[in-house]
């Protein structure tokens, strides 16, 4: 089966600084690779997503990169501010037939200091 | 507004007890998903269920069980619960089979077994 492999376990940056979490998959075939965020006490929410026939996607202050021969991907947030502590889950999927579930990555703790 | 609702947000069990965490959802979705979520290990999936009386395991099925008998609805059972299976257990749904989307989750169930 998929195995992600997700660095750093805790990130700390100082506000405005920029944030990047690294993902690595060991499936080939996987070919959709979603990000979650969960604050604190509250469920998983999906920010962003990326397919495999695409390289890089941005969403105003993030955005995610695929390097489908190095098999990772990685999530880059900007101009952080103390909203976007949380703790950060990178996932993989293989779409190719039938509904399996995301195998998620140990999670990334974010943490934005003033 | 997708809703993905966990009947207990808390429950406290003996071990050797027979647990039903309930969920429903009120989109219409195919998919649905039981994971559970523990520090450091992140969100692992236990089954999933892509149609009415159908399911399938997922990484860490031993010691659980599942039902789907209405398409809203699935549920996840344990039926004799033990000290280990003490953690939060989350709910998630998602739309079309053989697809890839976004998942749903809900707020969670925090379950301690004694």
């Known amino acids: 089966g998929e195995n992600v492999e997700q660095h750093p376990s805790t990130l700390s940056v100082q506000e405005g600084d920029s944030a990047v979490i690294k993902c690595t998959y060991s499936d080939s075939a996987s070919n959709y690779f979603p990000w979650y965020k969960q604050e604190l006490g509250k469920r998983p929410q999906l920010i962003i997503d990326?397919?495999?026939?695409?390289g890089e996607k941005k969403d105003q202050r993030i955005a995610v990169t695929l390097n489908k021969t190095a098999k990772h991907f990685s999530l880059h947030i900007t101009e952080t501010q103390p909203e976007d502590s949380a703790v950060y889950f990178c996932a993989a999927q293989y779409s190719g037939g039938g509904a399996d579930g995301l195998t998620f990555g140990k999670g990334t703790h974010l943490i934005i200091q003033p | 507004d997708v809703k993905v609702t966990q009947s207990s947000r808390y429950l406290v069990k003996r071990t050797g007890e027979k647990v039903f965490l309930e969920c429903v959802q009120d989109?219409?979705?195919?998919?649905m998903f039981w994971y559970r979520q523990d520090p450091g290990l992140g969100l692992r999936l236990i089954y999933f269920s892509y149609d009415v009386k159908m399911k399938e395991k997922g990484d860490i099925p031993e010691g659980y069980s599942v039902s789907r008998e209405k398409k809203e609805r699935f549920s996840l059972i344990l039926e004799s619960a033990s000290t280990n299976q003490t953690s939060m257990y989350l709910c998630?749904?998602?739309?079309?089979?053989?697809?890839?989307?976004?998942?749903?989750f809900g707020e969670g169930s925090r379950l301690t077994v004694l």
């Open positions: 998630a749904s998602s739309f079309l089979t053989g697809s890839t989307g976004e998942l749903f």
């Open positions: 989109m219409d979705h195919e998919n």
């Open positions: 990326i397919r495999s026939n695409v």
